[in-house]
């Protein structure tokens, strides 16, 4: 099989400190332009309620179970393995890489991963309970994932388990300078299909979310073009996730059409963003997923986040975080973010929280923190 690589997601994230500058100025006249932007077909929906239904959000995709190996940059270069990039891979790559590191495996840590996964098990550790809609392979790493899924409070459909194929993997190789390269490999996660869409569960869920991942595959593409019309019919808000750079540029059609019509939220990274307007200037950029969506945010590394609520533009500040592993960190912020917003909070708010759960995970290693630091993190900002 083929490779698709791309660079990685930001992972930095940032505390609100007011209303400030962009992190470059764009235009002349400063902020002003930058709060001036509208959403160019409908207005924002103004429901700020705590979530009633049974589930703060309902998401689809890939299921897969990363192992984290510390590696050095030398070894990196030695497996010819583009440093801060995803690839997908096949299963003999995935072993050979392996098999490379042995010596390493004993030190290696093992968990639940995949975007979408990672996220709502975010957001059901903080309080919210959330579900997946994925596939695994009855095999060890299928009995890893499940057993997360559980024992976070993420519900699942999942009663039958395929013994044609394996659970899909991620190899997470990770440098002393935090960054991570991604191998993965969808296995049974690439046959992911319309099948395992659930209606019942979308149409009790507050939000869908749907991870760009997603267009890779054509059979995942048509289940989350499904999932996206199921909640349209609903009255469910969608969010998506560009997820990575890689996905918007070699899959532009296929995302596309993933936010055609428009939806209620779009997640992305700055590069993501550029590579969307297909543009190095932010403005525009920004002024291209407004087309797409009422409301945004997006992530500027080190130099904060931007949120867009659908009448006015915010910058919120970077916050300094000593980061060991960049695994999941835009994982952890979607899902901390759609947490905040079960509980009635406002986009400002929702940014403010997520940006600092990205930048606590970032301090350990694991694709995201465990349900007593999520509670720990709930406390510190909300106080309960």
Sequence with gaps: MGSVSATRRSARCSHHNGLHPPPRDPTSDGNARWRGFRYHASALSTDRTRSVKPYAAYAIGAALVDTEIQ?????????????????????????????????????????????????????ALMGAPTYMSCKVAQDADGDIYLTDLER???????????????????????????????????????????????????????????????????????????TKALAEAHGVKTAVSFSDPGMVKFFRDNMAAMVEGGVELVFCNESEALEWGQCNDLEVAITAIQQVTKRFVITLGADGAITWDGETLHRVAAQPVEAVNTNGAGDMFAGAFLYALSRGETDLRATEYATLAAAEVVKYFGPRLDRDACLALRHQFFGD
Excluded: F
């Excluded at 891979?89 to 639940?112: E, Y």
């Excluded at 046959?191 to 054509?218: F, K, M």
């Design 71 to 123: 590696v050095t940059d030398a070894e990196l270069a030695a497996m010819n393995i583009d440093k801060g990039m995803m690839t997908l891979v096949d299963l003999a790559r995935q072993r050979d890489i392996l098999t490379t590191l042995s010596d390493h495996l004993i030190r290696a840590n093992h968990a639940s991963g995949g975007s979408a996964g990672n996220s709502m098990i975010a957001t």
């Design 152 to 226: 976070s409070g993420v519900a699942h459909g999942l009663t039958e388990r395929s013994t044609d194929g394996v659970t899909g993997k991620c190899i997470v190789l990770i440098t002393p300078d935090a960054e991570r390269s991604l191998n993965t490999h969808l296995g049974i996660s690439e046959t992911l299909s319309t099948d395992e869409v659930d209606e019942v569960a979308i149409r009790d869920s507050e939000w869908v979310y749907l991870e760009g991942y997603l267009v890779t595959s054509p059979t995942g593409h048509a289940a989350a073009l499904k």
